[in-house]
């Protein structure tokens, strides 16, 4: 834009020192009507220049200012937390609701025992390998806090890494404290 406006007082300085050579050659009245008419054309068409590319680098800038949009696979995912088991994965339905947040609802519950873990509230993907969750996530194992179902609400980050191929809740503290750890998953 700094260079655009020195173009254009470059170009109006030089249309000013046309404009005093050609006074020496002419009449005083018709020299300057006529130079500054062919001041103005030239200056109205550098608007109009100036105004197309202030146009273009402003919709380049929020080209490059809009941070790209990551989705989510829609329909049914598996959901685990390790208390529970492995091998026998619970569901979860996630849903686009628009503006990059999707959500989700499911739950895993054990087939031997009264332990479940439940999801519900909303996911917005801010990467490929991260997303934020936005609602309740809870739990009840038997052996841990004292069989006390652990409710964590509000945000939680969910994560991939080491090309793993689901997203792991990233508070991995039990409500019991200690060094109890839950690996809360939700995979691709």
């Known amino acids: 834009m700094i260079q655009i406006n020195c173009f254009i007082i470059g170009i109006i300085s030089m249309g000013l020192v046309s404009c005093q050579q050609q006074t020496k ?10 130079s500054t008419s062919e001041v103005l054309d ?33 329909g049914v995912h598996n959901v685990s937390l390790q ?7 619970g569901e979860a339905e996630i849903k686009y609701l628009g503006d990059n947040v999707y959500s989700i609802e499911g739950e895993q519950r054990s087939s031997t025992s009264s332990d479940y873990l439940k999801l519900k509230g909303t996911l917005e993907p801010i990467s490929e390998n991260e997303l934020i969750f936005d609602g309740t996530v809870e739990h009840q194992i038997t052996h841990l806090n004292q069989g006390q179902p652990c409710v964590k609400k509000g ?30 998953d939700i995979y691709f």
């Open 83 to 89: 208390w529970i088991s492995w091998e026998e994965m």
């Open 25 to 34: 050659d002419k009449r005083m009245g018709e020299t300057i009507a006529d």
């Open 42 to 74: 030239t200056l109205s068409q550098y608007d109009t220049i100036i105004s197309v590319q202030d146009s273009d680098t402003s919709l380049n800038q929020a080209t490059v200012d809009t941070p790209p949009k990551f989705t989510i696979r829609e």
């Open 155 to 184: 945000k939680q980050i969910f994560k991939s890494t080491k090309n793993r191929r689901y997203w792991r809740m990233q508070d991995m503290q039990n409500c019991e404290g200690g060094s109890v750890t839950d690996y809360i």
